[in-house]
């Protein structure tokens, strides 16, 4: 199966950094993996995405293991805004598997 | 810019009816996607179209079709309905032909359709 594997929940303080975890050990080579999330009621919203490196932008940063079998998604200070389903997906074929992702909670 | 529209956003159908979704991406866009989201089965990929041919579908019976227009806007079709169909479709579009850009891509707020 192509799919990745998350925790189902997690929990952080606000402000406070957040690791979110993802294996996606049956990967192939030429697969980006992918980070969406979903807030109630809208529609997945773009994270992050990379290859091999390591990847940084506005929202998050992306370390994704030297054997690419696992990613962690950073988020470097949790804020209430942040409280959504986090994907870890893989992409190919213009195509993107969607798992069944971390619902993260953040506490004031 | 105006973000991906889906019409309409609900909808009300009874088992054998068909229906009729509607996509319109973001403009300058070229590729767009179409997911099915049901709490059973999460998200899961319907099919890809960039310039009016499709590059990829999903593992869904062929009650569920789609098109691509040549001003990118994007229709799927459900014949048949039964239900099991029920559920939240969701519509993405993306600017890139392919490659690391066409990784972004932006979703609609979808369509809620309900069988009966």
């Known amino acids: 199966d192509a799919k990745t594997t998350q925790p189902n929940s997690m929990e952080s303080n606000e402000e406070e950094p957040v690791h979110l975890p993802c294996n996606h050990s049956t990967i192939s080579g030429t697969d980006y993996i992918h980070w969406y999330r979903q807030l109630p009621s809208q529609g997945p919203e773009y994270v992050i995405h990379?290859?091999?490196s390591n990847v940084n932008n506005r929202m998050a940063s992306l370390a994704i293991a030297e054997d690419r079998k696992s990613s962690t998604l950073i988020l470097h200070r949790a804020t209430l805004r942040d409280a959504a389903v986090y994907y870890c997906i893989r992409e190919g074929g213009y195509q993107l598997t969607f798992g069944k992702g971390t619902k993260l909670s953040v506490i004031p | 810019k105006a973000g991906v529209t889906q019409t309409p956003r609900y909808l009300i159908k009874t088992r054998g009816q068909q229906v009729t979704l509607s996509c319109s991406p973001i403009?300058?866009?070229?590729?767009v996607s179409w997911y099915q989201q049901t709490p059973g089965q999460g998200l899961q990929f319907l099919f890809e179209y960039f310039s009016e041919t499709q590059r990829n579908k999903g593992n869904f019976p062929g009650r569920f079709s789609g098109r691509q227009f040549s001003n990118s806007r994007s229709e799927m079709n459900v014949s048949t309905l039964e239900l099991g169909d029920s559920a939240l479709y969701l519509c993405?579009?993306?600017?890139?032909?392919?490659?690391?850009?066409?990784?972004?891509?932006?979703f609609g707020p979808g369509t809620r359709l309900t069988v009966l």
């Open positions: 993405a579009s993306s600017e890139s032909s392919g490659g690391a850009d066409w990784n972004e891509q932006f």
């Open positions: 403009s300058g866009h070229r590729s």
């Open positions: 990379g290859l091999t």
